[in-house]
């Protein structure tokens, strides 16, 4: 799928608006998104959240032959993957010119910064190394990927234990050891923005990402867009607010890791679950189920399930001795099982509770349900049915899919002439009503109140 | 004993959250898994419905290629493609976190992404895992640590609607009888899945 194109507005009104100091998303010009860093269960697995950008960086190890060149370090392997989840641009196996570019980005980053102690991963000398591979997936793109991307990376190396290895009898290495880093920052040339959204980040004229470590070391810069060259005070100026940022981080990114450690050492869970908001309305957890295997248990379970189903489905007629016409709302009726009246706020669960059993869709006739609570006391038993004498209701009494807005009533000539005789006035007072269609429905609505009276 | 029995008999604890992505058209996290859900390919008369599986570590491989097949099949016989001619279904599915029973959280986690999304299907599947120990006992959701304890691991997915197998894998040795016993343990277990869904859809409608 291609990316989707920007409109001319977004085009001309995101540069105007940070000309005049606002941002999208109320932002100051210079203030950063939430940063959000949750280490997984695993050693060396995170995820980071920078806004709505989320970033998964795992980081791996393996023995490998050492570069000839190099016989005595390790390998450090960096493996940036754009996946579709990300954006639905990102196709798999075909790395986007900006993927390649995030990952090169971070891949000298990394090295540069010598944040990976290389000589401590050699295990022997021009034979055997490790190889510590960091695979960063997108999961969200909301813009400043090569951001989120570097945070991530260096987090999962942070958090990641090397098994030791024992080499005849002799232990030849212990952990290795990951100090310092870097956080690029990626501001935007004429009118500095930091931290750019999606929309930001494709309207700005130029972007550049600046590598700095803790320690105020630069260790990459790039430059990338048409605009304006970039002025020596300008480079300058970005590369003293990312470093101001990289020391953020990085206190951040050290607090995270000690909470972890802690965690760990007190034996108490960690992981992305506890990361989950409990009390959000979009997250739900479950406990953990006990069943005791029974093969009669089972059996009736499963029976219940159909039943279910077949009685939520359609009301047969053998049910219809213990039904209720209950009316829901004006001009609608419902049948309700005598034993089974629930009070009106239930009717949302209960029409959830059929899900995926099976049986035509509830969720158009309970509509109704959702109705605010004013409705409620309007609820009243029209008829009772049974099955000796059986009172015809008017048709449009046990319409259920249909929706109160979309009703359209028309008035029988036999009805109007009924009503002629009892009140004259409100014919007039449809006239009148005519200029206002909503009062107009409302009376309507009252008179063919009036003629059910009359019918009963 | 009966003690014993219902110790082996537990579905790890599930989590699931809602709408975590902005970019796709639904989203769920679950447990170890993440998968989300965007239109791609063209089929004139029918939705091409698509899986892709995202190992955490690495390039997928040959066993991941088998995971996204199945997980492809499982979903493509639910949905009701021909209600969405010329779209593709993509779920992509990542690995979070491997505690074991891989295979069912995926299934499961592709179909919490198709409820939120909002696609029509015919049923709802749900996915149990088990494993048969050594000593021939059949436990339900093995863990990494139980797993290693187990010579055969068996995976079933059922429909909500007859509770009838919808996918089964396996890997080991297996008797029918040990076979028949871990589906009937499963089948029971799909029911607490099926709760799941519903409390979840239950929770999330009404905010809506």
Known sequence: MKETVLSTCEKEFVPKAISEGRRLDSRNLLEYRKLQIVYGGDWGCCMVSLGKTKVLAQASCEIQQPKSTRPNEGILFVNVEFSPMGAPHFEIGRPTDAAVQCNRLLEKCLKESRCVDLESLCIVADEKVWQVRVDVSILNHDGALVDAASIAALAALAHFRRPDVTLDGEERSSRARFSSSFTPSSPYLKNVVVDPAVLEERTAEAQIVVGINAYRELTALHLGGTGSPATNQLVMHCASLAAVRAMEVVRMMKDELAKDAEARVQKSPVGFVQSMDLEKVTTLSHEAMVTALGQLNMNVKMEEGGGDAASEGSVGESAVNDMIVESVGENSAELVPENDRRPKLDAVALCVDTIGSGGPSTWGGKEEDEEPSSEEEEVQVVAQLSPSSKPKPPVEEIELSESEEEEIHTLQPEEMNLDKGLEDQSDDEIMVSKQNTAQKKGRKKRKKKNGDNICK | ?208
Not at chain 2, 13 to 22: H, I, Q, R, Y
Not at chain 2, 102 to 116: D, F, K, S, T, V
Not at chain 2, 151 to 164: Q, Y
């Open chain 2, 1 to 208: 004993m009966a003690a014993m029995a219902e110790d082996q008999h537990v579905l790890r604890k599930m989590f699931c959250e809602f709408d975590v992505l902005s970019c796709p058209d639904g989203s769920a996290m679950k447990y170890r898994n993440r998968s989300c859900l965007r239109p791609n390919k063209l089929i004139i008369d029918k939705a091409c419905v698509e899986a892709v599986y995202r190992p955490k570590v690495g390039q997928p491989r040959v066993a991941d290629k088998t995971k996204e097949k199945m997980i492809g099949n499982t979903c493509s016989s639910a949905i009701l493609s021909t209600l969405y001619p010329r779209t593709s279904v993509s779920i992509i599915l990542q690995e979070m976190q491997n505690s074991g029973g891989l295979m069912a959280c995926a299934i499961n986690a592709a179909y919490l992404a198709l409820i939120r999304s909002g696609i029509a299907m015919k049923f709802l599947v749900a996915a149990v895992t088990c494993g048969i120990t050594k000593d021939d006992k059949v436990i339900l959701d093995p863990d990494l640590n139980k797993v290693k304890d187990c010579h055969t691991e068996l995976m079933f997915a059922f429909d909500s609607i007859d509770f009838n197998i919808v996918a089964v894998d396996s890997s080991g040795q297996y008797t029918e009888e040990q076979y028949q016993k871990a589906l009937s343990l499963c089948k029971e277990a799909s029911n607490e899945i099926f709760d799941f869904y519903r409390n979840l859809v239950k929770k999330y409608a009404c905010c809506i």
